[in-house]
Nanobody, 128 residues
Framework: QVQLVESGGGLVQAGGSLRLSCAAS????????MGWFRQAPGKEREFVST????????NYADSVKGRFTISRDNAKNTVYLQMNNLKPEDTAVYYC?????????????????????WGQGTQVSVSS
């Protein structure tokens, strides 16, 4: 398994930006699909974005498309989520996840249960 630690969350005004980082340890990071999910109070955990092992394939939830960018640096064992033009509805705990499975289906990689490892989460709060 991969151990994951998120950082970079905080409080920001609407329209602002944050960059989340997820530092990974473990031999399987470089071949793992990585994902970002978020969970707001009283709501289920929802998919935000995913990136395949070499960064060549990315996918985004419709709600963040055009505003968020996922990337990874395999030399640093880190995956990032650049969040621009933040909105109050982006407020949530953001989780990084890793999966050692392979799939050709973007829909499969949107399901939390497909992931093997999870970080502890980082809070993102956007004020209006």
């Amino acid at each position: 398994q991969v151990q994951l630690v998120e950082s970079g969350g905080g409080l920001v005004q609407a329209g602002g930006s944050l960059r989340l980082s997820c530092a990974a340890s473990g031999r399987t990071f470089r071949t793992s699909t990585m994902g970002w999910f978020r969970q707001a109070p009283g709501k289920e955990r929802e998919f935000v974005s995913t990136i395949n092992w070499n960064g060549g394939v990315t996918n985004y939830a419709d709600s963040v498309k055009g505003r968020f960018t996922i990337s990874r640096d395999n030399a640093k064992n880190t995956v990032y989520l650049q969040m621009n033009n933040l909105k109050p509805e982006d407020t949530a705990v953001y989780y990084c996840a890793a999966s050692t499975r392979t799939t050709a289906s973007a829909r499969v990689a949107m399901v939390p249960g497909w992931y093997d490892s999870w970080g502890q989460g980082t809070q993102v709060s956007v004020s209006s």
